[in-house]
C-alpha cells in the first residue's frame, strides 16, 4: 500500500523534526537509535542522590533539544548548575530566554526527582548575576514526592497534528494551575491566526530557518553520535537520505517540495489545535524565566496525567528583528496589561510521539564523570 505524504514527510514544529513511522517490522526496529535512547531507561538508577535527580532531569523539555544544561558536583551534597554556552541559539533565541526556560525545566525536574527519594533541594539561582551559574542547589532532608511525578517517563512534548475533537474546560481544570488555558472560539482562531504568521516567518527567514537546519541529525547513526538538536530517523527518512533525496542542503531550500511539505504540515497543525495555553509573567528577570520553565514542566505534566498533548510554538514569542510586528501582535493579544508572554503552546488529543534522544548523564557533568 502506497505511504501517505503524512507518513513519509518529517515535521518540523516548535523546535523539533521527526520522521512519522514508516515502512515495517525488522527494518524500522534496525533505524532505532537506542544508544541515544538509552538515558531514559538509565534515570534513576545511580547510586548517588545527586545522580538519580540529575539522571531524570536531562529528560526535561528545553528548545530545539539543546540539552544546555552542565551539572559540578561539590562535596557530598551540593550541584552547582551551567548553562553551555555552546548551546545557544544565537538567531531565534539572541537573549537565551527560551534556554533560561529549558533550565527551569531541568530544575523542576531535579526537584522532583529529589523529592521521591526523601530530599529536598534548596537552591540559590544566579549567586554570581546573570554571567555565573544558574544555581547552586543543596541537597538535605525533607522532600516529598510530587504526584505529577508519575508522568516523567510518559511525558513528551507533542510533535504531531492534533485528533478533530473539542477540549473542555473540565478536561483542562488540572492544567489552569500552571498557564491560561485558551478554549474560546474567537481568541483561539486568534491565536491559530498568529501561530502560523510565526511559522511562516519564520521559514521564510534565512537565518531562522538554517538554524535549525543546521541542528538536524539524520539518520541513526548522526543521532546516536549527536543525541540533540533536531532527530530526523526511521526507515523512510534514512532510506530518502541514502539516495540523496533528504540533505540539509534540500531542508533549507523553501522550493524542495518536501521542505514544502514540511511547512504546511506544521501549519495544518496549528490551525487544528483545538485549544492554547499561555504563560504569562509580569517581568523578564532570569529569575521570572526560571520560574516559567519549572511551571511549563508541570504543564507539560499534568497535561500528560489528564491525556492531552502539548506542544510548544515559541516562533511568535522569538526576538529577532523578522518578528517583531507578531511579536508586538502576540503581546496585545495574550499580555494586553503589561507583561511578557514567555511560552506558548498547542493543546489537544493526539498519538504518544516517541521519546527524545538525550546525552547520557556523564557527558553533562563537569566532574565525576566516571559513574561506574
Not at 526556560?101 to 525536574?109: Q, R
Request: hydrophobic fraction near 40%; include cysteine.
Amino acid at each position: 500500500m502506497p505511504l501517505s505524504r503524512r507518513k513519509t514527510l518529517a515535521l518540523i514544529g516548535g523546535g523539533t523534526l521527526f520522521a512519522a513511522a514508516a515502512g515495517a517490522g525488522t527494518f524500522i526496529g534496525t533505524r532505532t537509535p537506542l544508544k541515544a535512547l538509552a538515558p531514559w531507561d538509565m534515570a534513576g538508577s545511580y547510586g548517588d542522590a545527586r545522580l538519580g535527580a540529575l539522571s531524570y532531569a536531562l529528560l526535561a523539555p528545553n528548545p530545539h533539544n539543546r540539552q544546555p544544561w552542565l551539572a559540578e558536583l561539590q562535596g557530598e551534597d551540593t550541584v552547582i548548575l551551567h548553562r553551555d554556552p555552546d548551546r545557544d541559539l544565537p538567531v531565534t533565541d539572541p537573549f537565551a530566554r527560551q534556554l533560561t526556560i529549558g533550565m527551569g525545566c531541568f530544575l523542576g525536574l531535579m526537584d522532583m526527582a529529589a523529592g521521591q527519594q526523601g530530599l529536598a533541594v534548596e537552591t540559590q539561582l544566579f549567586p554570581e548575576g546573570e554571567d555565573g551559574p544558574v544555581a547552586i542547589c543543596r541537597f538535605g532532608a525533607g522532600g516529598q514526592p510530587d504526584p505529577l511525578f508519575a508522568h516523567v517517563m510518559e511525558r513528551r512534548s507533542h510533535k504531531e497534528a492534533f485528533e478533530a475533537r473539542p477540549v473542555s474546560k473540565d478536561a483542562t481544570a488540572a492544567l489552569a494551575l500552571h498557564a491560561r488555558i485558551v478554549t474560546e472560539r474567537a481568541e483561539v482562531e486568534t491565536l491559530r491566526r498568529i501561530g502560523v504568521a510565526a511559522w511562516q516567518t519564520e521559514a521564510a527567514t534565512k537565518q531562522a530557518w538554517q538554524e535549525s537546519i543546521d541542528l538536524l541529525r539524520i539518520g541513526k547513526a548522526e543521532i546516536n553520535a549527536q543525541p540533540d538538536g533536531i532527530d530526523a530517523g526511521g526507515a523512510m527518512l534514512e532510506s530518502l537520505a541514502a539516495v540523496g533525496l533528504f540533505t540539509r542542503e534540500a531542508a533549507a531550500d523553501l522550493n524542495n517540495p518536501g521542505t514544502k511539505g514540511v511547512i504546511e504540515e506544521t501549519t495544518d497543525a496549528i490551525t487544528g489545535a483545538p485549544a492554547f495555553a499561555v504563560q504569562v509573567s509580569d517581568s523578564n528577570t532570569r529569575i521570572d524565566q526560571i520560574g516559567v520553565g519549572r511551571e511549563w514542566l508541570r504543564l507539560n505534566l499534568a497535561a500528560t496525567g489528564a491525556g492531552l498533548a502539548l506542544r510548544p510554538i515559541s516562533q511568535a514569542l522569538q526576538e529577532y528583528p523578522e518578528m517583531a510586528e507578531i511579536y508586538a501582535e502576540i503581546h496585545q493579544v495574550c499580555a494586553p496589561d503589561g507583561g511578557t508572554v514567555q511560552m506558548l503552546g498547542l493543546l489537544g488529543y493526539g498519538t504518544r510521539t516517541p521519546r527524545t534522544p538525550r546525552w547520557p548523564l556523564e557527558t553533562r557533568l563537569l566532574n565525576g564523570r566516571n559513574l561506574t
